[in-house]
């Protein structure tokens, strides 16, 4: 039985060293444009879940969806998100998708991650992805405003999609 544990740490002892020599040696490919293995993503994408899960404050949305609400999101949203996730008249973004993990676009697959998480991530970002933290542009009342609009993206009125389709300001 002695033996048996010890070869089993010996075993996990040889994974982790390979593991660091081949990252060491450069041998692990970084570029955005190659294939992510089934098991980093497996892992990376249970990983980043349960994080987010964990850290997400246990609040849900303080906001109506009135339409200035909805309005006030769209603005934030065209003006600083929608490069990245597409809006109703750029459904697949082609900046979107060459990000790895791709940016999801949000007109072909609506956010289904509770209002709090979501809440979380813009707020504070993804980590070695392309989503960048929004903490220090936005306010925690602008965020919600952005939150509350991704959760009605399929019953927005009219109004709210003029906004989204109004051309960004050049410079914000
Ligand atoms: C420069 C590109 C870029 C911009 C700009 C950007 N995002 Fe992202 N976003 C990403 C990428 C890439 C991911 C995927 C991260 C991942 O898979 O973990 C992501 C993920 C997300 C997610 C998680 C979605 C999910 O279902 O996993 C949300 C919500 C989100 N972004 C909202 C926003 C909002 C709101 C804004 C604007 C305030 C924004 N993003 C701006 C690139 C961007």
Redesign the pocket.
Known sequence: MQKFLWGILFTLVVIVIGAFLVVRGGYFNFSADTETSPLEKKIAMSA?DKSTERRAPQTSDPLQPTDDTLIAGAR??RD??A???GDPTHMATQ??DS?N????QFWMDA???PENE?FY??KHG?RW????S?NKK?SDAQIWQ?VTL?SHLDKLPDSVNQELQKPAPASN
Do not use: E, Q, S
């Open positions: 980043m934030l949203y600083n998100c490069g990245c996730h900046l979107g990000f993990p791709p940016a999801p956010p289904d991650m979501n991530i813009i993804v992805t392309g989503m960048p929004w936005l952005v991704l």
